[in-house]
């Protein structure tokens, strides 16, 4: 029973994607890893992440629409970079929608991953300033 939950989970997780369009080519495992897994993932949670890393300026007592543009995007990738805390937060929301199998890839290259997905993150909450604000 227990095999056939896990197996509706990981079809419904994957069924919640929306469909990214890559370019065709040569990958690297985790460059495939990021264009079939990661993208869709982050996609489907752009609202989430917003919302999240909003509540992360409040907390911070940053008025990010005060900044400059230069400003907001060092914010960001600082943040997203040097905090631990925003940084394993967002990861987690990430992680969580992994199936079983793209977990056990994700052990296997969990640094390169972790860092393609703060590199996605960063890019996605950059090109999204104006709805920090």
């Not at 939950?5 to 419904?12: F, G, I, S, Y």
């Not at 495992?29 to 919302?51: D, G």
């Not at 970079?81 to 994700?106: H, L, S």
């Amino acid at each position: 029973m227990s095999s056939f939950l896990d197996m509706e989970r990981n079809a419904q997780l994957v069924s919640l994607r929306p469909v990214i369009h890559a370019e065709e080519g040569l990958q690297t495992v985790v460059e495939h890893f990021q264009n079939e897994v990661l993208r869709p993932i982050l996609k489907f949670q752009n609202t989430l992440l917003l919302a999240i890393f909003s509540r992360y300026c409040q907390k911070q007592k940053t008025i990010f629409r005060n900044l400059s543009e230069q400003e907001q995007l060092a914010f960001i990738e600082n943040s997203l970079k040097k905090d631990n805390q925003i940084r394993r937060y967002c990861q987690g929301i990430v992680v969580a929608f992994f199936t079983e199998a793209e977990y056990a890839r994700y052990i296997e290259e969990e640094e390169a991953i972790n860092k393609r997905i703060i590199t996605l993150l960063i890019e996605r909450l950059a090109s999204q300033r104006k709805s920090l604000a």
